[in-house]
């Protein structure tokens, strides 16, 4: 299965391979549910494997849910050529060099099994010993590493000697002194594969009171089911989006309270609208994880926060009580993945909701899940009519980070080094670049002797060779390839096709650099490794892409939604009289501070202002152009109306309270380039707003001439507050 994997997870294949070149023998890897975990993990065995030999993988799952065997076929999927093994077919057949073999830690610590138990046939310890005579190395991958976090199991994870221990989970415990490698949700959510918030309790109005819980919470789980479900029709989807019903143990009353409450509205198991999946009951779970699958609630235990993968998953009515931090963690994250992994610009479908009364869980989802609560506002009349014109992307523009990369590297190597002709490259290569066109593998030493007391030395360099041959260096080649990709920032699979095309006879390509033979490549990638990485990491990030991109933008109407949710947080808001909704308030829920800031100061010195959303169609954006040439999107964060007079304001952070930068946006300059472009089209204003904290007070600058950082040039900034009574 050709699998495109997502900007960050192949940096956190890049990080894992780093890290097992490390000393450290721990590694952590904290990654949100939702992002790819089994992804990540199998495609850096692959990677792994492919390049250092004699080397098994043992990786370990949970005992519930069968997930050894949910993470075997997932290998297998995504590379049927892979060494693959149970625990039945270690006990058979022993560890094998490029062996990945899954197993369940119940199989292991349970003493009912006897895996480890002295037989007339080889227990596990027996197939351990005879790998590690043989000379084969492992690398232990301990999967949910919350769970089976054990004396026992530490115990048989030690006998396997490994060279690496990797846990990984998305709430990993007591990792102490491992290397951790952390996938921020941010980036995860911008590459869509999962929900961009939280909803808590959306439509319940203040101070209600409830007769009913169940009835009335699961009203409003199915009131929000069939308003999903007509959203998914508006985007071409055919997801049927799933209400998780979760109970508490012991809980069959309230499970049959529910279950006739679901019959009234016609869902019933009878019908199949209904799945149920309990230790002593399951109905109707065949394919439920499928997006077109029938029913459209189902109710749950402990079994939804573990090895349970079903990403239409949407709703969750929280009915239970008393449960450890670590489930809830992993309950929440159930309902976070994108049915189809991707953003619908559709806040309705983009979102995810839990209906709940449990203020002790609501405050959990809160803290860890940035979860909050939030109030549907409308517009008000006087701003239906409010038009302006948004930039889009044009329609025939293709992104291709690897086009784009083999266009650009080849540019850039024939700028830098003035090339020319295939015949001529090598020789100004050897001059201007010192590559290396040896068709040996060349080895850098040194010989000689010091005095350490005299300090005096008669040290020299040493040139070694030694024959290269294709197949025992094919893993350092591998190996070095890998690198440059890493370096480059794209898959392996692309950086073999980018340097054949560049530098290999036998493929064709119009804009050849050299003419090298497929033996002649690998010694020349292997020799110059450190060249190769820096020439491409150089070239991917070069301006020289903007060549190959198109101005073209496209343009729309936009008008501000008739209607939005607002995040805050209970007894810390003040309700704006200013904002375009009626029943804004101004919370810190949601919001960073220079946001909270200017919101204040909008409240106070503004006619009107409107917080823009962060992405979708409905919200109002700015054409730019990123540091590979590629359009983007960018959603400044205000529109208002300040003295008769229309703006458009994108806030970021200025400098903190120790002097440090705030702003964390690479791309601030690009954008506010963009901005000024944009208002001196439509003759309207426009301007970055920065917060600097390093002083006593909380102070807001602007800018409306030139983005510089904030920390290291104020020339261009003046404070609000003077700026407007100026103007």
Same mark, same amino acid.
């Given at each position: ?27 952590? $890897? ?12 199998? %495609? ?71 895996? *480890?138990?002295?037989? =007339? ?18 690398? *232990? ?5 919350? +769970? ?31 290397? $951790? ?7 995860? *959510?911008?590459?869509? $594969? ?119 998953? %949407? ?27 991707? %953003? ?15 203020? /002790? ?19 008000? @009349? ?40 295939? !015949? ?19 080895? @850098? ?31 350092? +080649?591998? %190996? ?7 370096? #480059? ?39 110059? !490794? ?38 805050? #947080? ?26 909270? =800031? ?8 503004? @006619? ?51 002097? /440090? ?18 208002? /001196?089209?439509?003759?309207? !204003?426009?301007?970055?707003?920065? $917060? ?17 950082? +904030? ?17």
């Amino acid at each position: 299965m050709n699998l495109n994997l997502k900007n960050f997870q192949m940096k956190a294949v890049a990080d894992l391979m780093n890290a097992c070149r490390a000393s450290k023998k721990e590694v952590v $890897l904290k990654s949100c549910t939702g992002s790819g975990k089994t992804v990540i993990l199998t %495609h850096f065995i692959d990677r792994y494997i492919n390049e250092t030999p004699k080397t098994c993988f043992v990786w370990f799952t949970p005992g519930k849910g069968n997930l050894e065997d949910q993470s075997k076929k997932k290998m297998d999927l995504y590379f049927p050529q892979a060494q693959t093994k149970l625990l039945s077919d270690v006990l058979t057949s022993g560890f094998e060099e490029n062996d990945i073999a899954f197993i369940n830690w119940e199989m292991v610590t349970n003493k009912k099994n006897n895996a *480890i138990q002295d037989s =007339e046939h080889e227990n596990l310890l027996d197939r351990i010993r005879k790998a590690l005579l043989d000379g084969l190395h492992f690398i *232990i991958i301990v999967d949910e590493q919350h +769970f089976n976090n054990t004396y026992k199991a530490n115990e048989i994870i030690s006998l396997f000697k490994a060279d690496k221990i990797i846990r990984a989970s998305a709430t990993p415990l007591n990792y102490g002194n491992a290397q $951790l490698i952390e996938i921020p949700e941010e980036d995860v *959510i911008a590459e869509g $594969l999962i929900k961009k918030a939280i909803y808590i309790n959306e439509g319940i109005p203040q101070n209600t009171e409830i007769e009913n819980e169940e009835k009335y919470l699961l009203d409003l789980a199915i009131e929000k089911y069939n308003r999903l479900v007509q959203e998914f029709k508006k985007v071409g989807s055919a997801v049927n989006p799933l209400i998780v019903i979760q109970l508490p143990n012991k809980s069959e009353e309230k499970q049959a309270k529910i279950e006739q409450i679901l019959e009234e509205k016609g869902i019933t198991y009878l019908n199949k609208r209904l799945a149920v999946w309990l230790s002593d009951q399951k109905e109707n779970l065949e394919d439920i994880d499928k997006p077109d699958a029938e029913p459209m609630a189902i109710i749950i235990k402990q079994a939804v926060a573990l090895g349970w993968d079903c990403p239409r998953a %949407h709703i969750l009515v929280k009915m239970r009580d008393n449960m450890s931090e670590t489930f809830e963690i992993q309950t929440i994250g159930r309902i976070r993945r994108m049915p189809e992994a991707k %953003h619908y610009d559709n806040s309705q479908l983009d979102h995810c909701y839990i209906y709940t009364l449990d203020k /002790a869980f609501i405050e959990y989802a809160k803290k860890e899940s940035g979860a909050n609560e939030v109030k549907k506002v409308f517009l008000k @009349d006087e701003f239906k009519s409010f038009r302006l014109t948004k930039e889009l992307k044009s329609v025939k523009y293709v992104e291709n980070d690897p086009v784009f990369l083999l266009k650009t590297a080849h540019d850039f190597f024939v700028k830098k080094y003035s090339l020319s002709t295939v !015949k001529n490259n090598r020789t100004v290569l050897e001059a201007k670049g010192k590559y290396r066109f040896d068709e040996n593998i060349l080895y @850098d030493a040194q010989q000689g002797y010091m005095t350490v007391t005299d300090n005096q030395d008669d040290v020299y360099g040493l040139n070694l060779s030694r024959k290269l041959s294709t197949h025992s260096d094919g893993r350092l +080649f591998h %190996h070095s390839v890998g690198e440059i990709a890493d370096a #480059a920032g794209v898959k392996y699979d692309s950086m073999i096709i980018i340097l054949r095309r560049l530098f290999d006879e036998s493929v064709k390509y119009s804009n050849k650099l050299l003419g090298l033979t497929t033996k002649h490549l690998y010694a020349f990638v292997i020799n110059n !490794k450190a060249l190769l990485k820096a020439d491409f990491k150089e070239s991917s990030s070069t301006e020289m892409q903007s060549v190959i991109s198109t101005t073209q933008k496209n343009t729309a109407e936009f008008s501000i939604p008739q209607e939005t949710n607002i995040q805050y #947080a209970p007894n810390s808001y003040k309700e704006c009289k200013r904002n375009v909704y009626d029943g804004y308030l101004l919370s810190r829920a949601g919001k960073s501070e220079v946001e909270l =800031e200017f919101e204040k100061w909008c409240e106070k010195n503004s @006619d009107w202002f409107y917080k823009n959303g962060d992405k979708g169609n409905e919200y109002f954006s700015i054409l730019y152009f990123n540091e590979y040439g590629k359009q983007k999107l960018f959603y400044p964060d205000y529109i208002l109306q300040i003295k008769g007079e229309l703006w458009i304001i994108e806030t970021k952070g200025g400098e903190t309270r120790t002097g /440090a930068d705030a702003n964390i946006d690479d791309f601030s300059e690009k954008k506010f380039n963009a901005l000024k472009e944009y208002v /001196a089209k439509y003759r309207m !204003k426009g301007g970055f707003v920065v $917060l600097d904290e390093s002083g006593i007070d909380k102070d807001l600058y602007i800018t409306t001439k030139m983005f510089h950082k +904030f920390s290291d040039d104020r020339s261009e900034y003046v404070p609000l507050n003077t700026f407007y009574l100026i103007k």
